[in-house]
């Protein structure tokens, strides 16, 4: 039925997810006697691979996009942010004299309600090394679009209001148009720069906390090397964008 009202393939496979889930523990409140949810496969579907931007594409992207927003396009892609940390940055946050951006908080927009500031998906407090070519990028945002308080968010609107979701979806559709990649979703720049990081011979272990996923275990054992190889990926990423001879001069 929900395949003949044109539900994805993904969509579906979670529903029977969360009715297993309901099910079973009905079955263990003693509320039914067995789950009738039990057609084989019915709960797994595999993704298909999301793109990789070619860096000409990513460029582009940045080149075509409203200027207060350049740098949403260049963090997706060289830092690997997602969308709600990009939002959520504050000019205190970027230690540029280091090459670091700072992400201890998201902006997030439910569904209903108001919008506010809370911890990231995964990793609160996590640090980023911005490949050099980046730095003068950020500078240029700062001083263009960015009030002088340390606690001034990093992208407002034009009328100095937080974008909302929906606002910056109608900006990106127009700029992915413009550049040619229509088929080019934002987060699809994070998968990007990880393919990207791999290049640079980082480790799975290394690009995970690049990308904001590990345990806090793995954290704690692994903190010391993977600041020093964080650096080594940003810069590897900034050799990679130099090769290219992509990035403009900035005064």
Known sequence: ?????????????????????????????????????????????????????????????????????????LLATFTSLRYGEIMGLRRRDFVLRDRKVKIDRAHIQPDTGPTFDGDPKANSGRTVSLPAFLVPEVEAHLAE????????????????????????HSIWNKARLQAGVPHLHLHDLRHTVNTLAAETGATLRELMERMGHRSTRAALIYLHARDQRDRAIADGLDTIVGTAHLVPDRP
């Open 1 to 73: 039925m929900l395949r003949d009202h044109g539900v994805s393939e993904g969509v579906i496979a979670k529903a029977y997810r969360l009715l297993h889930a309901v099910l079973t523990t009905a079955v263990e409140d003693g509320s039914i006697r067995a789950n009738p949810c039990n057609i084989k496969g019915a709960g797994q579907h595999e993704a298909d691979e999301r793109p990789v931007a070619a860096l000409e594409q990513v460029f582009a992207l940045a080149e075509a996009i409203q200027p207060r927003y350049r740098l949403v396009v």
């Open 145 to 168: 679009f960015v009030g002088p308080a340390p606690d001034a968010y990093v992208f407002l609107g034009p009328k100095g209001a937080r974008p909302a979701r929906s606002n910056f």
